[in-house]
């Protein structure tokens, strides 16, 4: 009984594994497109972040 429990909790742990190294990928991907978008400036002592070009997520 015990045996069975525990290779049903690998199992799951595996999955999660497994949906959290999708997960991060897609966030790497993500941030890639996202850096090329943000800048930031400064006018006198106001601070700006400016978002420009084209953002697409898949």
Not at 19 to 24: D, G, R
């Amino acid at each position: 009984m015990n045996e069975e429990l525990l290779t049903r909790l690998v199992e799951a742990l595996e999955g999660i594994n497994n949906n959290l190294s999708e997960i991060a990928v897609s966030l790497d991907s993500l941030d890639k497109n996202i850096d090329g978008c943000i800048s930031c400036s400064r006018n006198g002592r106001s601070k700006y972040i400016c978002i420009t070009g084209d953002i697409n997520t898949y």
